[in-house]
Structures are given as structure tokens and as C-alpha cells.
T-cell receptor, first 106, second 112 residues
Framework: GIQVEQSPPDLILQEGANSTLRCNFS?????LQWFHQNPWGQLINLFY???GTKQNGRLSATTVATERYSLLYISSSQTTDSGVYFC????????FGAGTQVVVTP | DAGVTQSPTHLIKTRGQQVTLRCSPK?????VSWYQQALGQGPQFIFQ???????QRGNFPDRFSGHQYPNYSSELNVNALLLGDSALYLC???????????FGSGTRLTVV
């Protein structure tokens, strides 16, 4: 199967800081999706991004499919950004990485 | 526009029992996938249903089975429950294969 690796595994940010999360994958995929899981377990789809760059408010994502990686940028972080961020590659089914645990402190 | 709805939200079962979890997909979606998420891990793919048939299956034993109804809603059944089946079970819907996935809030199953 496809290997999906996320880094870093943990991230502690002060409110207002910027950060970059990375997702590497081992083979060609149909698309890549980024999710945020809140402390109650709800997975929110942030981006559907097979290639290129997309922005949604303070979040943006870039996927370079030919080099098999994707980046998620969080700018001006807020405490509500805390949670686990997952990337998932779609090769007929979603294969998730292990996630990045983000804690934003006031 | 309702998102993905899962029931029940929490469930406690005894080893050896059977359980049925339910999922209603987002309006307009026709494909339902089920995932198991153990504590501290990413979700693991169980199976996917489209047009009332199991289209793909992950590395889960036959104790895990499912069904999709004509209205696209779906059930996940687990027989002969083991302690290791304790997890958050997530349902996701999409339009066809390769579409954007929307997840429900999950069912937290505890096996004692």
C-alpha cells in the first residue's frame, strides 16, 4: 500500500505564530485531502487538493504531486486551531498519515 | 443541508456481542466509507459501499460487515466483539470515487 508520512508529529505554537505541516507520500495518488480533528473527534475537511495551491482564510495548502508531497500552512494561529491535522491520500480509498498534534497557547 | 449523521454517538458492549452502527450520508453523496480510529492513531479504512455493493475492503476480518440501502444510508456490523475493537468508528460520504470526503462525528465503541 501507499505510505503516508507527516511531520512534525507534535507542534506547540504561541497564538499569532505561523507554521508549516508536511505530508509525504510514496506513490501516485488521485488526490490529497487535509483534515482537522477537533478534541471531540470530528474530522473537518480543510482542503481537497490534488495539485497546486488553495487558500481558505488563514489556512493554505500546496500539493506538488510530481514530487509526492503536500504542505499545510497555518498563519496567525489561534487557540481554535488546536487539534490533530491529518493528510490523507486517495488511491481509491483514503489512506491517512499519523497526524500532527498542534497545540496553540494563548 | 445536513452533513453526515452517525448513530449512536456512544456505545458500550460486552466481549462476544454484536453491534450495528448507522450512517446517513451527506445529501447528494452516493458513496459511503467506514473507518476505525484507535486512540492516538489515524483512521484506518474498513470498507466502502457504492450502489449497495462493497466496492473496496481494507485489512479487517470478516467479523466486520456492512450494508448500503437504496437511499445510500449504510450500516456497519461487527460480530463477536473483542476488546481490541474499542475505537472511534467514522463514516464518510462522497460523490463517487475520488470526490471530497465529508465525515460524521463518529460512534465511540467501548468493548468491556
Amino acid at each position: 500500500g501507499i505510505q503516508v508520512e507527516q511531520s512534525p508529529p507534535d507542534l506547540i505554537l504561541q497564538e499569532g505564530a505561523n507554521s508549516t505541516l508536511r505530508c509525504n507520500f510514496s506513490d501516485s495518488v488521485n488526490n490529497l485531502q487535509w483534515f482537522h480533528q477537533n478534541p471531540w473527534g470530528q474530522l473537518i475537511n480543510l482542503f481537497y487538493i490534488p495539485s497546486g495551491t488553495k487558500q481558505n482564510g488563514r489556512l493554505s495548502a500546496t500539493t506538488v504531486a510530481t514530487e509526492r508531497y503536500s504542505l499545510l500552512y497555518i498563519s496567525s494561529s489561534q487557540t481554535t486551531d488546536s487539534g490533530v491535522y491529518f493528510c490523507a491520500v486517495d488511491w481509491g480509498k483514503l489512506q491517512f498519515g499519523a497526524g500532527t498534534q498542534v497545540v496553540v497557547t494563548p | 443541508d445536513a452533513g453526515v449523521t452517525q448513530s449512536p454517538t456512544h456505545l458500550i458492549k460486552t466481549r462476544g456481542q454484536q453491534v450495528t452502527l448507522r450512517c446517513s450520508p451527506k445529501s447528494g453523496h452516493d458513496t459511503v466509507s467506514w473507518y476505525q480510529q484507535a486512540l492516538g492513531q489515524g483512521p484506518q479504512f474498513i470498507f466502502q459501499y457504492y450502489e449497495e455493493e462493497e466496492r473496496q475492503r481494507g485489512n479487517f476480518p470478516d467479523r466486520f460487515s456492512g450494508h448500503q440501502y437504496p437511499n445510500y444510508s449504510s450500516e456497519l456490523n461487527v460480530n463477536a466483539l473483542l476488546l481490541g475493537d474499542s475505537a472511534l468508528y467514522l463514516c464518510a460520504s462522497s460523490l463517487g470515487q475520488g470526490g471530497r470526503y465529508t465525515f460524521g462525528s463518529g460512534t465511540r465503541l467501548t468493548v468491556v
